[in-house]
Each structure stands twice: as C-alpha cells, then as structure tokens.
C-alpha cells in the first residue's frame, strides 16, 4: 500500500509552533528544533501551513512569491535544511499549497490589474460587470478596480484575487511551482481551497436559495446561495488529475496530494479520480462538526465506507488552523477526548492532528475586537456574545494561540516579551512537558495509538467492520488484516455497561480508563482494542 494511505499527519501552523530566535513568531529554525518530538509521538507525516513570501493579510494563505520564504520564518536553505532533516527522521513533509489565489500585492496580480492589454491582463478573473456569486465565506466576491474599470473575482477575502485557471499559462506557472518544490524534495501538497478552482465558463448566476443561511458542509457559503457554478465543477476534477500527472513525474519516492475541497460525498469524491488517478486524499469536514454520541460515528463510518471504500481511504480530522479546536465540542473534557483519539488512530481513515490536540489546549479567548484574522474584518458587525455562541470561529486566532511546551515564560514557546498571539490560559495542565511525565496523559494515549497504529497492519491497512453489540452507548468495530483482527470497543457514556460480544477475545493491547482487563464490563468513558 502506498503510504499516503497508511500514514499519519500533524499539523503545524508555523507562526505559533516554536520561535528560535525570539521574535514572538514561530519559525522554521523553531520546527526544525522539535522535529524529534513530532517523530517520538509517531507522527509521520508533516503538514506545514504556509510559509512562502507574503503580505500576511491571511497569515501565509495570501503569497506573493512562491519561490521565496516569509523573512519572519527563515531562508529557503532553512526550508531546504527542514526537508532534510525531517527525512532523517524517515518522516514525510507536505507542504501547503495556495493555487486557487495569490495576494493581491503578487507581480503577477499588480500587473494583471494594470491594465486590460498587459501580458498577464487574463490571469485572474476579470468581468465588466459582475454576477451574483458570493465568495465562500458569505459575501460578494466581486471586487472593483479602478484600473481596469472592471471586477475581478476572490473567492476568500478581496486581497486574495482568484487566478483564472482557463488561461494555460497560469497553469503552467503554477505546475511549475509545485515542481520546485518537488525537486526540493517536498512530499506532497496539502491543496487550499481546491473546490473553488475553476469556475464555470459563462458565469452563470448562482441560484438564490432561501434555506442556505448558514454554510454547511454540503452547501458551502450560504448567505442565501448555492454555489452551483462557482465551486465544485468538473474541471476540477479533471484539474486534479492534470496536477496528478504533475506529482507522478517525481515518484522516486511517491508523492502524495491531499485536497482541502468542501461539499457533499458525492462532490468531493470525485477530485481523486474514477481511476485513484486524481487527488490521494480529500478532507472529509463533515465528521469534523462531530457529535460525541457513537450513533453520530458509526453513520460516518459506514458513510465514508460507501463513498470512499478501498482502495480510496477517508480522511479523520476534528481540528485545524481555521476551526475551533477540536476539544472545545466536548466541553474541553480531557477523558472525552482521550476517546476521541482512540477513535481517530483505529477508524479506517489517514488521521489528520492539529498541533496542541496532543495536549487538549482549548481554544483562545481573544475577541473579535481584538483579531488579528482578517476574517474578523468580515464579521465584525457580529455581537461579540453571538460570535461566542457560534459553532464555527470567525475569529480564527483562537485556534492559532501559541504552542504550549511546558509551563514556564510564553508557555516555552518563545522567550520573546510579546508573542504575535497571546498565550491560552490553560497551560498550567495542558502543555507538553507535564504531559510527556505523565503516563495516563492525553499526550501519551496519543503516543500509545500512535505506535500501536504504526506495528498493526489490521489498524493502518485493514478493512473495517461495524459490530453490534446491542447497547447505544458503545460504538463497536473490528479493523482486519488477513489473519490479524482486532476489536475496538468505545463508551460514550459515563456509567459502565455491560457488553456481549461473542468473539473469541485473545488478548487486550490497549485501554483507555479500563485497568484491569475486560470482563464484558467496560467502565464509563472507556475505551479498549483487543485482539481476536
Ligand atoms: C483555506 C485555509 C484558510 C485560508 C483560506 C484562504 O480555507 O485553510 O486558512 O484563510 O483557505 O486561503
């Protein structure tokens, strides 16, 4: 099996992971420095959010050179030192790439919004008059530019002009950048925005729908439309194979593309291709808005087993730089999440970890008055006591506060008066130095799922099967690989219950709150992995 199907992803968000030279803002010296700590959890694979030349108007995710490295976070032998060194590690590092759009203040921006004849006058979206569409995140995404007397189309925020894929020559400079980057000898892509690529050519209105308010992973923007014709059009999936063929040009070792795209399982499972000749893997956000009760999980799974089944491999992610945490949905409940973990190691999906999950920090408390997420500029008619009652961060700092190491200045992060983001309150208990020394910590069940996952084919290559166990309380599944099977058993609830399963259990690897083995009882929020 190829590994992007067996492997295991952390996140790093650079600016708030480890600051090496004490500026307040994490960098890639700073990555480099913890890479032995990724690698020990079990970690391997390495998503790095975006670190390239930039205004950071959205933090990395509005590049102005693809070629080049924010000065705030290193050199490109910096970058080039990080690959190597993550290799050492016999790790794999996914770098995020931004196609869909660049800054605004990219060359290739301010000279296509120079004039309407110029050399790159058709690399981004440009129309005299503009349609309906809203952007992605609610509203219009039309733009003016006195320049050119005309609009140009962003599908995120207005400095973040959308290129105009229609034009081969975009194409070609962008391949182009992910060639460099492989040659560099970067992994795989972790693609932004992937399902906003192309748009449909004679821009045609969105329908008006009166039920889409509020964005939903089926329908995303909301704010009264659906975006029929500027998200998920089949030339995107045929441009998912094109930058397929890209990444196989370079598969001495394979690489791998993983597609951040939002809408319906039937949308999305399009982008890795009829052939597995598209993308390797998408993000399935839906189990991302979870709820903590095992009907909720046992429907993803037989959901994700009939879009995605084998030799296709789902995605488990709960948490990311542009969410609220993960942990906050069970009311920062460090037992819960313990669970939770157990389930995102042993479903049949490459777990996707977003640095700080590890050690169950909670989400920041800085309002919206106070982000500097240029989200909050959309937003910041929205009350601040709705803006916390809301499912969704539109203040997205709150998930980006620094990393917490131990409990000493900056939560060990920097050394730095003032870092770019506040540090959470919550270290005293979640940080990793108090949590490495602690062996039933959050830390170390990751640790343990980790290694576990790593020497069982059953849990990293093998089929799974729901199993009944008729009490609703417990989420039941066995994950097999030819003669090794194994049986995980999970309690949502905080009582014990008693549970009849008639397979021949052989012995427990793994528990969680469950000391003395299984005797058909499992204790309140508990969860085990035999073998068969
Ligand atoms: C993606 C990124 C997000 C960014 C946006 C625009 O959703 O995850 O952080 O702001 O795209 O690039």
């Given at each position: 099996?190829?590994?992007?199907?067996?492997?295991?992803?952390?996140?790093?968000?650079?600016?708030?992971?480890?600051?090496?030279?004490?500026?307040?803002?994490?960098?890639?010296?700073?990555?480099?420095?913890?890479?032995?700590?990724?690698?020990?959890?079990?970690?391997?694979?390495?998503?790095?959010?975006?670190?390239?030349?930039?205004?950071?108007?959205?933090?990395?995710?509005?590049?102005?050179?693809?070629?080049?490295?924010?000065?705030?976070?290193?050199?490109?032998?910096?970058?080039?030192?990080?690959?190597?060194?993550?290799?050492?590690?016999?790790?794999?590092?996914?770098?995020?790439?931004?196609?869909?759009?660049?800054?605004?203040?990219?060359?290739?921006?301010?000279?296509?919004r120079?004039?309407?004849?110029?050399?790159?006058?058709?690399?981004?979206?440009?129309r005299?008059?503009p349609?309906?569409?809203?952007?992605?995140?609610?509203?219009n995404?039309w733009q003016f530019c006195a320049e050119r007397n005309q609009y140009y189309?962003?599908?995120?925020?207005p400095?973040?002009?959308?290129?105009?894929?229609?034009?081969?020559?975009?194409?070609?400079?962008?391949?182009?950048?992910?060639?460099?980057?492989?040659?560099?000898?970067?992994?795989?892509?972790?693609?932004?925005?992937?399902?906003?690529?192309?748009?449909?050519?004679?821009?045609?209105?969105?329908?008006?729908?009166?039920?889409?308010?509020?964005?939903?992973?089926?329908?995303?923007?909301?704010?009264?439309?659906?975006?029929?014709?500027?998200?998920?059009?089949?030339?995107?999936?045929?441009?998912?194979?094109?930058?397929?063929?890209?990444?196989?040009?370079?598969?001495?070792?394979?690489?791998?593309?993983?597609?951040?795209?939002?809408?319906?399982?039937?949308?999305?499972?399009?982008?890795?291709?009829?052939?597995?000749?598209?993308?390797?893997?998408?993000?399935?956000?839906?189990?991302?808005?979870?709820?903590?009760?095992?009907?909720?999980?046992?429907?993803?799974?037989?959901?994700?087993?009939?879009?995605?089944?084998?030799?296709?491999?789902?995605?488990?992610?709960?948490?990311?730089?542009?969410?609220?945490?993960?942990?906050?949905?069970?009311?920062?409940?460090?037992?819960?999440?313990?669970?939770?973990?157990?389930?995102?190691?042993?479903?049949?999906?490459?777990?996707?970890?977003?640095?700080?999950?590890?050690?169950?920090?909670?989400?920041?408390?800085?309002?919206?008055?106070?982000?500097?997420?240029?989200?909050?500029?959309?937003?910041?008619?929205?009350?601040?006591?709705?803006?916390?009652?809301?499912?969704?961060?539109?203040?997205?700092?709150?998930?980006?506060?620094?990393?917490?190491?131990?409990?000493?200045?900056?939560?060990?992060?920097?050394?730095?008066?003032?870092?770019?983001?506040?540090?959470?309150?919550?270290?005293?208990?979640?940080?990793?130095?108090?949590?490495?020394?602690?062996?039933?910590?959050?830390?170390?069940?990751?640790?343990?799922?980790?290694?576990?996952?790593?020497?069982?084919?059953?849990?990293?290559?093998?089929?799974?099967?729901?199993?009944?166990?008729?009490?609703?309380?417990?989420?039941?599944?066995?994950?097999?690989?030819?003669?090794?099977?194994?049986?995980?058993?999970?309690?949502?609830?905080?009582?014990?219950?008693?549970?009849?399963?008639?397979?021949?259990?052989?012995?427990?690897?793994?528990?969680?709150?469950?000391?003395?083995?299984?005797?058909?009882?499992?204790?309140?929020?508990?969860?085990?992995?035999?073998?068969?």
């Amino acid at each position: 099996m190829s590994w992007h199907a067996t492997t295991t992803i952390y996140q790093i968000y650079p600016r708030s992971f480890y600051d090496s030279n004490g500026d307040g803002i994490g960098d890639i010296q700073g990555i480099i420095q913890k890479l032995d700590y990724i690698r020990d959890l079990g970690f391997e694979t390495i998503w790095i959010s975006p670190f390239y030349s930039s205004p950071q108007e959205d933090f990395g995710y509005d590049i102005s050179d693809y070629y080049n490295i924010a000065p705030e976070y290193g050199t490109l032998q910096d970058v080039e030192q990080l690959i190597a060194e993550i290799h050492q590690r016999k790790m794999k590092v996914v770098f995020d790439m931004v196609m869909n759009h660049t800054s605004d203040k990219h060359p290739w921006f301010l000279e296509s919004r120079a004039s309407k004849d110029n050399p790159k006058a058709d690399w981004y979206i440009w129309r005299d008059q503009p349609n309906n569409w809203k952007s992605i995140i609610g509203p219009n995404g039309w733009q003016f530019c006195a320049e050119r007397n005309q609009y140009y189309y962003a599908s995120f925020l207005p400095f973040q002009p959308d290129l105009n894929y229609r034009n081969p020559e975009v194409k070609k400079a962008m391949f182009d950048v992910c060639r460099f980057w492989l040659q560099k000898g970067v992994d795989g892509f972790r693609l932004d925005i992937f399902n906003c690529i192309i748009k449909e050519k004679d821009f045609k209105n969105n329908p008006f729908s009166l039920f889409h308010i509020i964005p939903s992973e089926e329908h995303p923007g909301g704010n009264f439309q659906i975006r029929k014709y500027s998200l998920n059009q089949e030339e995107n999936f045929e441009l998912a194979q094109e930058l397929r063929s890209v990444m196989d040009e370079f598969n001495h070792p394979p690489r791998m593309l993983l597609g951040e795209v939002f809408g319906g399982h039937d949308k999305i499972k399009q982008y890795l291709g009829k052939k597995q000749d598209g993308l390797h893997l998408v993000f399935l956000f839906d189990i991302l808005y979870y709820k903590f009760n095992p009907d909720f999980f046992r429907k993803k799974i037989l959901e994700y087993e009939h879009h995605y089944p084998a030799p296709n491999i789902p995605t488990a992610v709960f948490s990311n730089h542009d969410q609220l945490r993960s942990i906050h949905r069970i009311g920062n409940h460090l037992e819960k999440a313990k669970l939770l973990a157990l389930l995102q190691f042993t479903m049949r999906a490459v777990p996707c970890v977003y640095y700080g999950e590890e050690i169950g920090m909670t989400n920041g408390k800085i309002s919206l008055k106070n982000g500097k997420d240029p989200m909050v500029n959309i937003y910041s008619w929205v009350p601040q006591f709705i803006a916390d009652l809301l499912p969704v961060g539109i203040n997205r700092d709150n998930c980006r506060t620094p990393m917490q190491w131990n409990n000493q200045k900056n939560a060990g992060f920097s050394v730095a008066e003032k870092t770019w983001l506040q540090v959470n309150k919550d270290v005293e208990k979640r940080n990793v130095d108090l949590q490495l020394t602690d062996k039933d910590s959050l830390l170390n069940v990751f640790k343990k799922l980790l290694h576990l996952r790593k020497n069982n084919q059953a849990l990293h290559s093998g089929k799974i099967e729901i199993v009944h166990t008729g009490n609703k309380n417990i989420l039941a599944f066995v994950r097999s690989f030819e003669e090794e099977k194994l049986l995980v058993l999970i309690n949502f609830c905080n009582s014990k219950v008693t549970v009849n399963i008639n397979l021949p259990i052989k012995e427990m690897v793994f528990s969680i709150g469950q000391k003395n083995g299984f005797n058909d009882v499992l204790k309140g929020f508990s969860g085990i992995i035999v073998k068969l």
